[in-house]
């Protein structure tokens, strides 16, 4: 049985496909009918070149074909090609079930940030950060974010149009989304650009946290080593006493690190046990800031660092119930956000699973810290994050010791 593998092009860009019948497939070129072949049929050593040769029904001429994804799995600002200045939009930047999606100028929000994340190699869902609610067609054709039911409604296919441009149809009813206006809805195939949709990977910075156990940091050398940010712890809360203690370098690194130049953000490890605890903890780093003079000079945002004491006897925030600490974690949020300041949520890929309940606290930023010990080696936690710590095995110039490494993927 033979298949057309590509449809357009001259006949040396042209191969057909041979079922060998045993889940393995040879490539014949249209224009000389000769086979894909490894060379010398050296199918055990790496790099060994594919040539074209007659067929002889050897394995060196058989290939099994598997399905790859067409768009990775990761998060993408999505624009249409009639403006690649707009970008998909949640309307009013809400988490409510059935909000509109629209194109708008780029905000620099969650909002309009989507994951991508395939189901079977053929559809994939949309999936809005701040919400973690995914593109949905309704009965009228229109497109909003809603509660994921793993629907048809919610799965799209890609259809590949070249220039990095896609077409993307609905599997609940084969049409296509589709700009009208500022709206996205869904309407019948048409040979327009707005049909045609581009997915933009995000900028990424690179950037490191500190505190006094990183010694007395150079920041010049740090600025010249390629870090774009850091975040700077401020101090502590004592895990057996429950009181505040500044970081001996806090102060010393804000200066320094803004003297380069560098963008800064700031946490607090937390032990508050109740939510006017955490409360406390925020206009505790606050009013640090406000000590030194640095209060309108934080461009990351303020977290919270929620994690296991390692004391013995646990520390005195360790057995907190779930929901007290979700809360713990909101009161601090909330109070960083109505001083004017960015909250942020720290804690690692188990502690969100098993310690928060993430859910209650999608409308914040997320730290994540799981350690894949390489940028490129991303995380599989399925919820979103603006900022990754990779590693705690980094080498920064300037640093006297190992650092933690920080990916960023929100532009503040």
């Known amino acids: 049985m033979l298949f057309n593998l590509i449809t357009v092009g001259a006949n040396n860009q042209l191969w057909l496909i041979k079922d060998c019948g045993d889940g393995y497939f040879s490539i014949i070129s249209k224009e000389s009918g000769l086979y894909l072949d490894v060379t010398g049929a050296n199918v055990s050593t790496a790099e060994t070149n594919i ?120 599997k609940y009813n084969n049409l296509y989304l589709h700009l009208n206006g500022t709206n996205i809805e869904v309407a019948k195939e048409q040979k327009t650009s707005a049909q045609n949709f581009k997915f933009n990977n995000l900028d990424q910075k690179t950037g490191i946290d500190v505190s006094e156990f990183n010694g007395l940091i150079n920041w010049e050398y740090v600025k010249r080593s390629g870090i774009d940010y850091a975040m700077i712890r401020v101090g502590y809360r004592g895990y057996r006493t429950g009181a505040f203690a500044e970081d001996r370098y806090f ?4 200066i320094g690190a803004k003297k380069v130049g560098l963008k800064i953000g700031i946490y607090i490890y937390t032990q508050a046990v109740n939510e006017q605890e955490a409360i406390e903890e925020a206009n505790w780093t606050i009013n640090k800031l406000k000590e030194i003079g640095y209060e309108n000079q934080i461009d990351y945002p303020i977290a919270i660092d929620t994690e296991n004491s390692g004391g013995n006897p646990p520390g ?97």
């Open 251 to 254: 102060r010393q690194n804000v």
């Open 316 to 412: 005195r925030a360790d057995g907190l119930d779930i929901d007290t600490r979700t809360r713990v974690c909101a009161a601090f949020c909330n109070t960083i956000q109505a001083n004017g300041y960015r909250p942020m949520i720290y804690a690692s890929r188990n502690w969100f699973y098993n310690k928060l309940n993430v859910n209650q606290l999608n409308q914040y930023n997320i730290w994540l810290a799981h350690y894949t010990n390489s940028p490129n080696s991303k995380s599989d936690y399925k919820y979103h994050y603006e900022m990754w710590q990779y590693t705690d095995f980094g080498q920064v110039m300037g640093i006297p010791t190992n650092v933690d490494m920080n990916i960023c993927y929100h532009n503040y």
């Open 51 to 170: 040539e074209l040769w007659y067929n002889n029904d050897g394995d060196a001429q058989k290939f099994k074909l598997l399905p790859i994804n067409i768009i990775n799995n990761d998060s993408y600002m999505i624009s249409n090609q009639s403006n690649n200045s707009m970008f998909f939009d949640v309307y009013g930047n809400t988490q409510d079930e059935n909000a509109n999606i629209q194109i708008w100028p780029k905000n620099n929000e969650n909002n309009q940030i989507f994951r991508v994340e395939s189901t079977d190699n053929v559809n994939y869902k949309i999936i809005a950060r701040h919400s973690n609610k995914v593109l949905t067609v309704l009965s009228d054709n229109n497109v909003v974010q809603a509660t994921d039911t793993n629907s048809d409604n919610q799965q799209w296919i890609f259809e590949t149009i070249g220039n990095d441009y896609y077409k993307i149809k609905s």
